[in-house]
């Protein structure tokens, strides 16, 4: 089964039992609404039911794999399962928790569709490949977790070795749990424009902000901008976003 795996789909299946019940030992348990976005051939599944959700949602694009999940689960009324690849998946979700050992090849897509949504999901069981996940955990601030950081805190990581995986990677992973912050750092009516504006600044991430922002010389006055975006806060970089786009 596992030669047949798409590379173009990033697929690596988890079949460690021990690490699946690790993982889902994280599910909150007044979790009533979850999805779960690339359940591969169900092994995960079937630990997450055990928590009774009301509803179960299985987002998978490979179409290979539906028959599998189907006669896997058909007896399971809570469960719905959806063939569509996650980045082409338009409805507003609406779930208390999105669990998945994701992709590694969008792994920041869909984090950032998961920032853009109008209701966050409460909670966050995400794995990815351990250096991606060493830059989310980065006390310094980055493109990627600049913007995460701004909704969720990370509670807490396990390291997963690639001999838990079939075909085994090329690295090990890492498993985050994250929580929504009770006050986000961002409207949603900032968030694509910030996003364009730490994507220019983390494009010449070398440059100091004095010289990316010298069409702001006003900023010099309240911050230090002889320093590279890297090392600065994220608190700091917001400060500057908004005196920019007031």
Not at 126 to 142: P, S
Request: a positive charge; proline letters at 4%; glycine letters at 2%.
């Amino acid at each position: 089964m596992y030669e047949k795996l798409k590379k173009k789909y990033g697929q690596n299946f988890l079949i460690d039992k021990n690490v699946i019940k690790k993982i889902s030992n994280l599910i909150p348990k007044k979790s009533l609404n979850i999805i779960e976005i690339g359940p591969g051939d169900g092994r995960l599944t079937e630990f997450i039911l055990n928590f009774q959700p009301r509803e179960l949602k299985l987002i998978e694009v490979d179409t290979d794999l539906i028959p599998i999940l189907h006669a896997k689960f058909i007896k399971y009324k809570n469960v719905e399962l959806i063939n569509i690849d996650i980045m082409k998946y338009d409805e507003e979700f609406k779930t208390d928790l999105i669990i998945s050992n994701l992709p590694y090849n969008i792994s920041s897509q869909i984090l950032v569709k998961i920032c853009l949504m109008e209701n966050l999901p409460l909670n966050l069981i995400l794995m990815f490949q351990k250096e991606f996940a060493q830059r989310l955990l980065d006390k310094k601030i980055n493109s990627l977790n600049s913007l995460v950081n701004c909704f969720y805190n990370i509670d807490s990581s396990f390291t997963v070795s690639q001999n838990c995986f079939r075909p085994i990677p090329k690295i090990d992973s890492t498993v985050l749990y994250f929580s929504k912050k009770k006050k986000p750092l961002l409207h949603k009516s900032e968030i694509q424009n910030f996003i364009n504006f730490k994507r220019k600044l983390f494009s010449h991430k070398r440059k100091t902000l004095n010289n990316q922002l010298k069409n702001f010389s006003f900023l010099s006055d309240e911050f230090d901008l002889n320093k590279r975006v890297e090392e600065i806060s994220l608190q700091k970089l917001l400060q500057i976003y908004r005196k920019i786009n007031l």
